[in-house]
T-cell receptor, first 114, second 114 residues
Framework: GDSVTQMEGPVTLSEEAFLTINCTYT??????LFWYVQYPGEGLQLLLK?????DKGSNKGFEATYRKETTSFHLEKGSVQVSDSAVYFC?????????????FGKGTHLIIQP | EPEVTQTPSHQVTQMGQEVILRCVPI?????FYWYRQILGQKVEFLVS????????KSEIFDDQFSVERPDGSNFTLKIRSTKLEDSAMYFC????????????FGSGTRLTVV
């Protein structure tokens, strides 16, 4: 079945550091890929998405590129802020493979220190 | 910005009791979902709902679970006889396009079974 693997956390960085959170996937179809963010006490918010190979999703300074050859969708940000502290989830939607809903990774807790 | 609203935010119930978790999806969305997240684990798909019927359900969604859209605005998840292992955060989500553009999640209901 489909699966998403993302790096274990917590990831602790200093403000203005470069961020990479790795995400790889397996899917039977041709999935759409997503990053969701969960701030403390809140629900899951869509951060960015990509629906086909080589698409780059971007939002709020975050970027991720859909790499079909490496089945990856790594999240990057050039300069993180304290307000970026949250849990980040990589997810896929594989409707082409017959699946409804999203398959999530375990989440990566990001802590940004001033 | 339109929101998915979930109530209550926290529910404590005794083992064996029935609980109903409530959600108000975005008004013009047609696809509705329930997910759960056991503490420290990944977010898991439970069920999707479209056109007043279940379109897909996971292995987790057994006979103890049911969903309903009793009127034009609410979408509920019922657990008939709760077990300790049902303790989790339950997220409702909705989508206007079967998730191609992403899903809008609610803030979740934390269910604690004692």
């Amino acid at each position: 079945g489909d699966s998403v693997t993302q790096m274990e956390g917590p990831v602790t960085l200093s403000e203005e550091a470069f961020l990479t959170i790795n995400c790889t996937y397996t899917a039977t179809g041709y999935p759409s890929l997503f990053w969701y963010v969960q701030y403390p006490g809140e629900g899951l918010q869509l951060l960015l998405k990509a629906t086909k190979a080589d698409d780059k999703g971007s939002n709020k300074g975050f970027e991720a590129t859909y790499r079909k050859e490496t089945t990856s969708f790594h999240l990057e940000k050039g300069s993180v802020q304290v307000s970026d502290s949250a849990v980040y989830f990589c997810a896929l939607s594989d409707q082409g493979g017959g699946a409804d809903g999203l398959t999530f990774g375990k989440g990566t807790h990001l802590i940004i220190q001033p | 910005e339109p929101e998915v609203t979930q109530t209550p935010s926290h529910q404590v119930t005794q083992m064996g009791q029935e609980v109903i978790l409530r959600c108000v999806p975005i008004s013009n969305h047609l696809y509705f979902y329930w997910y759960r997240q056991i503490l420290g684990q990944k977010v898991e798909f439970l069920v999707s709902f479209y056109n007043n019927e279940i379109s897909e359900k996971s292995e987790i969604f057994d006979d103890q679970f049911s969903v309903e859209r009793p009127d034009g605005s609410n979408f509920t998840l019922k657990i008939r006889s709760t077990k300790l292992e049902d303790s989790a955060m339950y997220f409702c989500a909705s989508s206007g396009d079967r998730g191609l553009g992403g899903y809008t999640f609610g803030s979740g209901t934390r269910l604690t079974v004692v």
